[in-house]
């Protein structure tokens, strides 16, 4: 089983980027599966979503041909998005573009990790459960992860963590991921029953 964690923040040394290795290395530690793939959208910027896309221009395939590959080899996702003004950052929007309706996320199960500095997180929970699973067909868990202040959890060293926090988290983490992998075996015969099959709707209403 393989799956990817997929970094929203365009920040370079950004808190989003620090949480989703944190995840990687809880992924790893705790087997909950044989492979991770980390896309970090701070240091792979895309270019933004034109209809080229559709014509097959060559400056596309060239750009996504590699990156369609790891995607479609994911069983199963984490999502992670920073709250910037109560949004969703641009970039992480644009890559759901860029995978709507070629079927690379379809029928696949995805938890939300969202983060914030201080109290926000919410926001972004409400955005990516609106609008980006329509043509992609990601099938987010019922569960989700706000990570709040979170420049206090996670962190390697435990004299910077607020314990009371760092051990909430970090229980609650371990149960959403162990949940995601259940679903991404459960997901993995639906996608084979055949019934899952994007060629008569492309698109989702």
């Not at 990817?4 to 599966?33: W, Y």
Request: negative net charge; aromatic residues 10%; hydrophobic residues 40%.
């Amino acid at each position: 089983m393989k799956i990817g964690i997929i970094c929203g923040s365009h920040r370079a040394d950004s808190q989003s980027g620090r949480i989703a290795r944190h995840i990687e290395s809880v992924l790893k530690t705790q087997q909950l599966c044989d492979e991770t793939w980390l896309y970090d959208l701070a240091g792979n910027p895309l270019p933004f979503w034109d209809e080229g896309i559709w014509s097959g221009d060559p400056k596309w395939q060239e750009i996504l041909a590699p990156l369609s590959e790891s995607v479609h080899s994911c069983d199963a996702f984490v999502v992670i998005s920073p709250e910037w003004h109560g949004m969703v950052p641009s970039g992480l929007k644009n890559f759901f573009l860029l995978w709507a309706g070629g079927g690379e996320l379809a029928h696949k199960p995805a938890l939300i990790v969202t983060v914030s500095t201080s109290e926000g997180g919410a926001y972004p929970v409400n955005e990516l459960r609106t609008s980006s699973y329509k043509n992609s067909r990601l099938c987010y868990l019922p569960e989700h992860l706000i990570i709040r202040h979170a420049a206090n959890v996670f962190n390697d060293n435990e004299a910077d963590n607020d314990e009371r926090s760092h051990t909430y988290l970090s229980a609650r983490l371990v149960y959403c991921l162990e949940l995601l992998k259940e679903y991404a075996i459960a997901f993995k015969g639906i996608r084979a029953s055949g019934k899952a099959s994007l060629a008569t709707y492309t698109n989702g209403m």
